[in-house]
């Protein structure tokens, strides 16, 4: 069992920046890969950037089209922590942002229903 609390939402004008952490329980948190996804209002819920599991001395990092080169996605196994580093925002990224945890594979995957464990969320508003 993982539970996971997320933290560092907030409101934001576009351009700014926001660091988002995910905080997660239990020993194993090493063994599971790590995943953001997000949900606007009206929308469905998406794929925002996802970490694998270590895999010999690498973390595969994967990210949306819409993100890629604004978002940055980093674990520190010692804290149990991931965090999403949000950079550049725009208006459209605005959401609730969920954290996950995936342990069917040491790689990460971009589909929601594999995922095992979610936070709460956490709310980010950008504004114009």
């Known amino acids: 069992q993982v539970q996971l609390v997320e933290s560092g939402g907030g409101l934001v004008q576009a351009g700014g920046s926001l660091r988002l952490s995910c905080a997660a329980s239990g020993r194993t948190f090493s063994a599971y890969a790590m995943g953001w996804f997000r949900q606007a209002p009206g929308k469905e819920r998406e794929f925002v950037a996802a970490?694998?599991?270590?895999?010999?001395?690498?973390?595969?990092?994967d990210y949306a089209d819409s993100v890629k080169g604004r978002f940055t996605i980093s674990r520190d196994n010692a804290e149990n922590t991931v965090y999403l580093q949000m950079n550049s925002l725009k208006p459209e990224d605005t959401a609730v942002y969920y954290c996950?945890?995936?342990?069917?594979?040491?790689?990460?995957?971009?589909?929601?229903?594999?995922?095992?464990?979610w936070g709460q969320g956490t709310q980010v508003t950008v504004s114009s």
């Open positions: 996950t945890a995936y342990s069917g594979s040491a790689y990460s995957t971009p589909t929601s229903a594999l995922y095992n464990y």
């Open positions: 970490i694998s599991r270590r895999v010999g001395s690498t973390y595969y990092l």
